[in-house]
């Protein structure tokens, strides 16, 4: 079964600094999706980015990028410029490209903005 | 509608009784799936819907939980005879398809709170 860890419960960082959030994931595919997702504490679960394994590009959006290192299963979110609106539980998941369809959560880093 | 709605938005019950949850997916899309959250964890997968059909229920932890969704739209998750240990927050997210490369979009989650 696969399985992710993030290995941070907390982090912080000031406003405008750049932030990056760890997580390292075990499976025996070869091809899958991870994804970065936010939860405020509206608790509705945000995407922020998406990773195909296949893909060798590291994925970004606006602010938002993942350094992908599949050989280690390990893939990073970096923030740049953090906003005091980036203030929330990220989490890290992973999908079977075929197959299961479930995402496979960690267990979240907390995020705090310091303005 | 505009996102996935899910009701209500918190619920308290006692011990032994029955719940139900209600999900709203995003119109026209296919595929709905069901997790749950415990405090300070990440969301777990309890089961997935392609259509009317459960094409995957593997997450759910025992014989009292159960989940439909006749018309292939609407989904209720039930549970019969409740547990203090079934507290937590139940999200659910839509997809259009069931296609790897398809977003899960998610509700803001019914908080379920077992005295």
């Known amino acids: 079964a696969q399985t992710v860890t993030q290995s941070q419960p907390e982090m912080s960082v000031q406003e405008a600094e750049t932030v990056t959030l760890s997580c390292t994931y075990d499976?025996?595919?070869?091809?899958?999706?991870l994804f970065w997702y936010k939860q405020p504490p509206s608790r509705q679960m945000i995407l922020v980015i998406r990773q195909e394994a296949y893909k060798q590009q590291n994925a970004t959006e606006n602010r938002f990028s993942v350094n992908f290192q599949k050989a280690a299963k390990s893939f990073s979110l970096k923030i740049s410029d953090s906003q005091l609106g980036d203030a929330a539980m990220y989490f890290c998941a992973y999908r079977n490209y075929q197959g299961a369809q479930k995402l496979v959560f960690g267990q979240g880093t907390r995020l705090t903005i310091n303005p | 509608g505009a996102g996935v709605s899910q009701t209500p938005s918190n619920k308290v019950t006692e011990k032994g009784k029955y719940v139900e949850l209600r999900c709203d997916p995003i119109?026209?899309?296919?595929?709905l799936y069901w997790y749950r959250q415990s405090l300070g964890q990440g969301p777990e997968f309890l089961i997935y819907f392609q259509g009317t059909g459960a094409a995957d229920d593997s997450g759910l932890p025992n014989d009292r939980f159960f989940a439909v969704r006749p018309e292939g739209s609407v989904s209720t998750l039930k549970i019969q005879r409740t547990e203090r240990g079934d507290s937590a927050v139940y999200l659910c997210?839509?997809?259009?398809?069931?296609?790897?490369?398809?977003?899960?979009?998610f509700g803001p989650g019914t908080r379920l709170t077992v005295l």
């Open positions: 997210a839509s997809s259009l398809t069931s296609v790897g490369t398809d977003t899960q979009y």
């Open positions: 119109s026209g899309h296919t595929a």
């Open positions: 499976t025996s595919e070869s091809d899958y999706y």
